[in-house]
């Protein structure tokens, strides 16, 4: 089995909302710093939001600037999951969305690829009319 599962992307207009959902079998993501990352094709993968460790850090989040204000990342521990909320959806959101853990305990969280060492499998998300 993959350690993370990404579901919830679709077809959304502009100014609509989507919910991503981030769930995991094998691990306890409340432990783990979990960040969200997108990759539109052409372009490099990049950093949306992160929530550090809840155990902790005080699930700390960050939010790239193209992002913040619309999006929300949040978890829920009883059902093991961490979503990503996105309101007022632009266009330029559309990409393939990933979640990833630092599976160190207690980690922090950064918007880097480097930061992190499983991901998902990626679930599609596109922003039209």
């Known amino acids: 089995q993959v350690p993370l599962v990404e579901s919830g992307g679709g077809l959304v207009q502009p100014g609509g909302s989507l919910r991503l959902s981030c769930a995991a079998s094998?691990?306890?993501?409340?432990?783990?710093?979990i960040g969200w990352f997108r990759q539109a094709p052409g372009k490099e993968r990049e950093g949306v939001s992160c929530?550090?460790?809840?155990?902790?850090?005080?699930?700390?989040?960050t939010y790239a600037d193209a992002v913040k204000g619309r999006f929300i990342i949040s978890r829920d521990s009883a059902k093991n999951t961490v979503y990503l909320q996105m309101n007022n959806m632009k266009p330029e959101d559309t990409a393939v969305y990933y979640c990833?853990?630092?599976?160190?305990?207690?980690?922090?969280?950064?918007?880097?690829?480097?930061?992190?060492?499983?991901w998902g499998q990626g679930t599609q998300v596109t922003v039209s009319s």
């Open positions: 929530g550090s460790s809840i155990v902790i850090n005080d699930g700390g989040t």
């Open positions: 094998q691990y306890t993501l409340d432990h783990y710093a």
């Open positions: 990833a853990a630092n599976t160190n305990l207690f980690s922090s969280c950064v918007l880097s690829r480097s930061g992190y060492n499983m």
